[in-house]
């Protein structure tokens, strides 16, 4: 199977006093479950995997998502974001701006 986009979400956990903070403890695991659902319920499960990913060494935008293969790094992602992100980038090919992490 031949995938068209891959979704990471970063559920690396930090000791809660790291300055960082992490993504983890940011609700990243509820995150990667609703990126499968959303992505199943839209029935493109052949074209889009998400799964979890260890630290992508940018927790202070947590919960960081990055989207492959166009490299779209996005930030403080809530579950309210999901929908959007899948129906606009991963179906649509239209990036979210808002979310997107500068310099990424």
């Keep these: 199977m031949k995938l068209k986009r891959h979704v990471f979400v970063c559920t690396h956990e930090?000791?809660?006093e790291n300055p960082k903070g992490c993504c983890k403890h940011k609700?990243?695991?509820q995150?990667?479950?609703l990126f499968k659902k959303e992505i199943a319920?839209?029935?493109i499960v052949s074209?889009?995997?998400a799964q979890k990913a260890g630290c992508l060494d940018i927790c202070e935008f947590?919960?960081?998502v990055v989207v492959y293969p166009e490299g779209v790094w996005y930030g403080h992602v809530t579950a309210a974001d999901v929908?959007?992100?899948?129906e606009s980038h991963l179906i649509?090919?239209?990036p979210i701006e808002r979310l997107k992490i500068p310099g990424k």
Excluded: C, F, Y
Excluded at 83 to 86: A, K
């Design 27 to 29: 609700d990243a695991e």
């Design 41 to 43: 319920k839209k029935g």
């Design 31 to 33: 995150l990667v479950s």
């Design 92 to 94: 649509g090919g239209n």
């Design 47 to 49: 074209e889009v995997r």
């Design 83 to 86: 929908t959007e992100i899948v």
């Design 14 to 16: 930090r000791p809660p």
């Design 62 to 64: 947590g919960p960081s």
